[in-house]
C-alpha cells in the first residue's frame, strides 16, 4: 500500500502540479498550462507546433476559450514534448527545440535543437483593459532579449531604409507604401510570430507623439520667445501669417481644415493620384522654427510626416530633404542626440502645395530596451505569439511557413516583364504596346489594364466601359494570340449606385460608416466632400465590401468572376487593400470605417484585411479553376498570405533617388517575413512636375533615375514596370539605339536568359520553402558587417545586386561578404570576400557579382518564357568552390506541382577534381523533354573577361536523363 501511494503520489506531481512555493502547471494536448505564483499572468499555456515550433499564450484569467487563433496561423498543435520539472522550472523538450517556463513568474525562454540558448521573455507579459465598439479586448506587451546584439529582420514592408531593425521602432500598420508583417527572424536563426492583428509597435513600446505635446518631453520655445514653434506662412514672396503653434500637425484632412485662412492658397483639381484637396496654384511655403530642450538625455527619436518638397535642420545642418506627392504622405525619421537642458535650434521648411505635415518624437530609452526584441499591440486578448527555432535563418523562415501555410507558386509567365502604367484608357492603347513589343523583339509576357476601364460614375460595377473597351474579350483573345497574358485591377470599392453594391448591402457585407456620417457630424457640403467623397471627376460615395464575412467574400468572388474572368483575363490585381478607403484619413477614422466587420471591431482586425480579402478570392478562384494557378498582385500583406498564389509590391513609391534607394531593403525584409514574391514601380509611382512636364532641364535625370530603377528590377523576384506620366514603356523613355534604350533592351533578354535560373528559385520558394531576395546576412551570418548593409542584396545564392541609386554615379562603394570569392560580372575580376571596393557602375550597367562555387543555368534568348520550354541550357560554373544547383522545372502554370508533378535535374561541382557531374533526372510533368541540349561553360578566377550569358559553352552533351560527367577543360 505504502508503494502504491507513492507511485501514485508521484504520477501526480508529474502530471498536474509542482512544489507549492511555486506555481502550477497541468499536462494537456501538446503541452501544458501554467498557473504562475505571481505576476500578471494567470495563466500562460504552451503547446508545441511540430519538431521545431511552439505557440505562448498568456492571459491575466483562466479563460483560453477567449483567445482566438486568429486568421495567419493554419497549423494546429502537433507534437508531443518530452515535460519535466526542477526546482520550480518546467521544461518541454522537441527534437529541435527546447522551451522552459518558470513556475512563480510564468516567463518563458527557449533554446535551440542544440541546446543553446536563443530567446527569453525579460519581463512579465503586459496587459491593460480596452474596451472598443463595446467589446473588452487588452492592450498587450512582451519584451525578449534585453540588451541583445542579434539582428532582426522581416516585419514586413517599411520605406526607411531600415534592414537590420535592431535599435529600431518600427510601426506595423497597413498603409499604401507600407506593409505589416508582424513576424521576425533573427541572426540568432530563429522567427517569432506576434499573433495579433491589430495595429503593433517593434522598438519602444511608447507610441510616438506630436513634439511638444503634453506629455512629450520636448520644451519649446519659438524665436520670438513664445512657448511653441514660431510659424511663418508665406504666399509667394508675402509673408502672410506668423503665428505660434504648439505642435506642427496638418497631418490629416481634419487637420488641415485648421489652416489659416490668411495663408490658403488658390487651388485647383487635381487631374492625377487620389488627390482629394486639389493643387496649389500659388506658391506656398511654412517655416517653423523654435530652440527644443530636451528632459532627457540621449538620442532623440523624429519622425516627419509629410508630402511635397521639405527640410528639416538642426543647428543649422540639414538633416532631412524629401519630396512626396501630396495624396501620399508618409513619415521620414531622422535621430538627435540631445542633452537634457540644452537647447538645439530645430527648422522645418515645407512647400505645402495642398499637402500634408507633422512632426512626431519620441524621447530616449535606455539601451538595453532599445537593444530588445519588443511587440507593443493596442488590442488583443492575450499575449500570444509563436517561436521557430532552426540550423540558419532559411529554416527560421520555413518555420514560419509551416504555421501560416506554404509559399503558393506562381505561373511562369509572372517572373517574366510586365508592362503596365497608370492607365491605358482604351483597348487600342493596351493592345498597340503589345504589338510594339513583338515588333521590336522585346521580350514581355504580362501587360496590365489598371483602373477606371469602367465609366467614372460606376466603380464597382466590375464591367469596362464599352465606349472605350468595345470588345474587351477580343482584346484578351489578341494579348493572347501574341503569347502574353493580361492582369486586371479590381478592387474592393463600390458605389451605393451600383448593383454589386446593392445586393452585397443587402446581406450586410458593406461598411456603411463610409457613407454614413456620425451624428452630429458637420453637414457643410465642403466638409462632406473632403471627408467623404473620392477624387473622380466631382466625387463620389463610396464604401468597401467586408471580406470577414464569407457570403460577401462568395458574392464579391462571383461579381469579379462573372464580369471580368469569364473573359479570359489571367490574373487580379487587388489594389487599395490596405485598405485605403480614402487618402489621409486619420488611423482612427480608418478603423471606425471598418467596422463593424463580421469578425469584430476593425481595429482589433486592422492589419489583417489584405490576408482575408486576397486568400477569399485565391480559395474561390481554386475551385472555379482546379488546375490552374491563381495568381494575385497586392498592394497590401499580412502574415500568411504567401499560401494565397499573391504577390505584393511596394505601392504608390515616388519617383526619387531617395525612394529607390528605399526599395532595397523594404524588399529585402518583406522577403524575409516568409513572403517571396516581391515587385515594384519601375521608375516609381509618383512624380515631381519636372519630370511630369518633361522639363529639358531635368529630362536626363528622368531617364536615368529610370534605367538605374530597371537595372535593379531586373534582379528582384517580379519584373514590373508601372507607373504615372510619362509613359514606361522602355521606347515611349528613351529612342531606340540610344544608351540608355539599349541597356533596358539587355537587362530585358538577360532576365530571360536567366529563366531557368530564376524559376528554380520560384521552385524552391514552394519545395524548399525558399527566398529569391536574400539580406546578404543570410547566407553570410559569420560576417557581422553583412547585417547592417542596406543597399546589396542577394538574388539567389549567386548573384549579390548592388544597384546604383545616386544621380551620374559612375561607380559605387560594395561590401563583397567573407565567406566567398566572387567575380565581377561586368568585367570578370575575381575578388576575395571580406572587402569594400569601389565597383564600377557605368550608365548601361549595374554593378554585379557572382559568388564563386555558383552554377547558374541560363537558357535561350526568347520573347515569353515559355517560348522554348525544351530550350537548350548552358551551365555556367563559377569556379573557386564547390558548388551545386537543381534545375527545377514544370509545366508552368497548373497545379500539378502540388501532385508531384515537375522535375530536378542535380547539378554537382567538384573544384578539387575539376568535374561537374550533372545527376539522373528525378521527377516528371506534362510536356516533359526526353532529350536535353546542354553545354557548358566554366569561369576561372584568371579569366578577366565580362561574363556572357549569350555565349554556349564549349563542353556539350544531348542530356536524356541519365546521369552525366564534364570534366573542365
Request: charged fraction near 25%; aromatic fraction near 12%.
Amino acid at each position: 500500500m505504502k508503494t502504491l501511494s507513492r507511485l501514485a503520489l508521484c504520477a501526480l506531481l508529474a502530471t498536474s502540479s509542482t512544489a507549492a512555493l511555486a506555481g502550477s502547471f497541468q499536462k494537456v494536448d501538446h503541452g501544458i498550462i501554467v498557473s504562475p505564483d505571481k505576476g500578471p499572468a494567470k495563466r500562460v499555456r504552451i503547446l508545441a507546433f511540430g519538431d521545431e515550433a511552439f505557440r505562448v499564450t498568456a492571459i491575466p484569467d483562466e479563460n483560453f476559450e477567449a483567445v482566438s487563433d486568429g486568421v495567419m496561423v493554419t497549423a494546429k498543435p502537433d507534437g508531443d514534448p518530452v515535460i519535466s520539472e526542477d526546482r520550480g522550472t518546467v521544461t518541454l523538450k522537441l527534437p529541435s527545440a527546447t522551451a522552459r517556463v518558470n513556475l512563480t513568474s510564468g516567463q518563458v525562454s527557449f533554446l535551440d535543437g542544440s541546446g543553446k540558448a536563443i530567446l527569453s521573455e525579460s519581463s512579465r507579459a503586459a496587459f491593460e483593459p480596452k474596451t472598443v465598439e463595446g467589446q473588452k479586448f487588452l492592450a498587450v506587451r512582451q519584451q525578449f532579449n534585453r540588451g541583445t546584439d542579434e539582428g532582426f529582420y522581416g516585419l514586413g514592408q517599411h520605406q526607411n531604409g531600415q534592414m537590420n531593425y535592431r535599435g529600431e521602432d518600427v510601426e506595423l500598420a497597413q498603409h499604401n507604401m507600407d506593409i505589416a508583417v508582424p513576424f521576425v527572424v533573427s541572426t540568432r536563426n530563429y522567427g517569432l510570430l506576434w499573433n495579433n492583428n491589430s495595429i503593433t509597435r517593434f522598438g519602444n513600446p511608447k507610441s510616438y507623439a506630436l513634439a511638444g505635446s503634453e506629455g512629450d518631453g520636448l520644451k519649446i520655445v519659438g524665436t520670438d520667445g513664445k512657448p511653441g514653434w514660431t510659424a511663418q506662412y508665406y504666399l509667394g514672396d508675402r509673408l502672410a501669417v506668423t503665428q505660434s503653434e504648439k505642435v506642427i500637425n496638418y497631418q490629416y484632412i481634419r487637420d488641415n481644415m485648421r489652416w489659416p485662412e490668411a495663408a490658403k492658397a488658390q487651388t485647383v483639381a487635381s487631374t492625377a493620384g487620389q488627390n482629394t484637396a486639389g493643387n496649389a496654384v500659388q506658391t506656398q511655403r511654412v517655416i517653423w522654427s523654435g530652440k527644443v530642450t530636451p528632459g532627457k538625455s540621449g538620442l532623440h527619436r523624429f519622425r516627419l510626416y509629410s508630402s511635397s518638397y521639405v527640410k528639416v535642420f538642426v543647428n543649422g545642418k540639414e538633416v532631412l530633404e524629401r519630396w512626396r506627392q501630396n495624396w501620399n504622405p508618409w513619415y521620414h525619421n531622422f535621430d538627435v542626440p540631445l542633452t537634457a537642458g540644452k537647447a538645439a535650434d530645430i527648422r522645418v521648411e515645407w512647400e505645402p502645395n495642398a499637402g500634408y505635415i507633422a512632426l512626431v518624437h519620441n524621447d530616449p530609452i535606455p539601451d538595453a530596451d532599445r537593444y530588445s526584441l519588443s511587440f507593443t499591440s493596442e488590442l488583443g486578448q492575450a499575449v500570444d505569439y509563436f517561436v521557430t527555432a532552426a540550423k540558419d535563418m532559411d529554416g527560421a523562415i520555413a518555420g514560419y511557413r509551416k504555421l501560416t501555410g506554404k509559399s503558393a507558386m506562381l505561373p511562369e509567365w509572372a517572373y517574366g516583364f510586365w508592362q503596365s502604367r497608370q492607365r491605358y484608357e482604351t483597348q487600342d492603347q493596351l493592345l498597340d504596346v503589345v504589338r510594339e513589343f513583338r515588333r521590336r523583339n522585346l521580350p514581355l509576357d504580362n501587360i496590365v489594364l489598371d483602373w477606371r476601364y469602367w465609366e467614372d460614375d460606376n466603380w464597382g460595377c466590375h464591367c469596362v466601359d464599352k465606349t472605350r473597351f468595345a470588345d474587351a474579350k477580343g482584346m484578351v483573345d489578341e494579348v493572347h494570340a501574341l503569347n502574353a497574358r493580361i492582369m486586371i485591377s479590381v478592387w474592393p470599392k463600390f458605389y451605393p449606385t451600383t448593383d454589386n453594391y446593392k445586393e452585397l448591402d443587402k446581406i450586410g457585407g458593406i461598411y456603411r460608416r463610409m457613407v454614413e456620417q456620425r451624428p452630429g457630424e458637420s453637414k457643410d457640403p465642403k466638409y462632406i466632400s473632403k471627408m467623404y467623397r473620392d477624387w473622380v471627376g466631382p466625387g463620389y460615395a463610396n464604401a468597401f465590401y467586408d471580406p470577414y464575412n464569407p457570403k460577401a467574400q462568395d458574392i464579391y468572388w462571383r461579381q469579379i468572376r462573372e464580369n471580368l474572368g469569364d473573359l479570359g483575363f489571367d490574373a487580379w490585381w487587388l489594389d487599395a487593400d490596405e485598405p485605403d478607403f480614402h487618402s489621409n484619413l486619420s488611423i482612427e477614422e480608418r478603423a471606425y470605417r471598418m467596422s463593424p466587420t463580421a469578425k469584430g471591431p476593425g481595429a482589433a482586425l486592422f492589419n489583417s484585411f489584405p490576408l482575408v480579402h486576397s486568400e477569399g478570392v485565391y480559395q474561390r478562384q481554386l475551385i472555379s479553376k482546379p488546375n490552374v494557378r491563381p495568381f494575385i498582385l497586392s498592394r497590401s500583406g499580412f502574415g500568411g498570405i504567401q499560401r494565397a498564389g499573391t504577390a505584393v509590391w511596394s505601392g504608390d513609391v515616388a519617383s526619387r533617388w531617395d525612394d529607390l534607394r528605399d526599395q532595397i531593403s523594404a524588399g529585402v525584409n518583406l522577403s524575409m517575413s516568409g513572403i517571396p514574391n516581391w515587385t515594384h514601380d519601375i521608375g516609381g509611382f509618383a512624380l515631381e512636375d519636372r519630370y511630369t512636364k518633361q522639363d529639358p532641364a531635368h529630362i536626363d535625370e528622368w531617364r536615368e533615375l529610370n534605367l538605374r530603377w530597371f537595372q535593379f528590377g531586373a534582379f528582384t523576384p517580379l519584373f514590373r514596370s508601372h507607373g504615372e506620366a510619362p509613359k514606361r514603356e522602355i521606347y515611349e523613355i528613351a529612342p531606340a539605339g540610344s544608351p540608355m534604350y539599349s541597356s533596358m533592351e539587355w537587362y530585358l533578354k538577360l532576365r530571360y536568359r536567366l529563366m531557368p535560373y530564376i524559376y528554380t528559385l520560384a521552385g524552391d520558394t514552394w519545395q524548399k520553402d525558399g527566398t529569391i531576395m536574400r539580406g546578404l546576412v543570410m547566407d553570410f551570418p559569420a560576417d557581422l558587417k553583412a547585417r547592417n548593409i542596406n543597399d546589396e542584396y542577394m538574388f539567389g545564392g549567386a548573384f549579390l545586386v548592388a544597384p546604383v541609386t545616386e544621380f551620374k554615379a559612375r561607380s559605387r562603394q560594395v561590401y563583397l561578404p567573407a565567406g566567398a570569392d566572387w567575380y565581377d560580372f561586368n568585367s570578370g575580376a575575381y575578388y576575395k570576400g571580406g572587402q569594400e571596393i569601389r565597383a564600377e557602375a557605368p550608365y548601361e550597367r549595374m554593378p554585379l557579382f557572382v559568388r564563386s562555387g555558383s552554377i547558374v543555368p541560363t537558357g535561350p534568348e526568347i520573347e515569353y518564357t515559355r517560348e522554348e520550354p525544351d530550350g537548350p541550357i548552358v551551365l555556367h560554373i563559377f569556379t573557386g568552390a564547390d558548388g551545386s544547383f537543381s534545375l527545377y522545372e514544370d509545366d508552368g502554370t497548373s497545379e500539378g506541382y502540388k501532385r508531384g508533378e515537375y522535375t530536378r535535374i542535380p547539378i554537382q561541382w567538384n573544384e578539387a577534381k575539376g568535374e561537374l557531374t550533372i545527376g539522373k533526372r528525378e521527377g516528371g510533368h506534362g510536356g516533359m523533354t526526353s532529350k536535353r541540349a546542354i553545354s557548358v561553360r566554366f569561369y576561372d578566377k584568371g579569366t578577366s573577361r565580362p561574363v556572357d550569358f549569350a555565349e554556349n559553352g564549349k563542353s556539350a552533351v544531348v542530356y536524356d536523363g541519365s546521369a552525366v560527367t564534364v570534366r573542365k577543360p
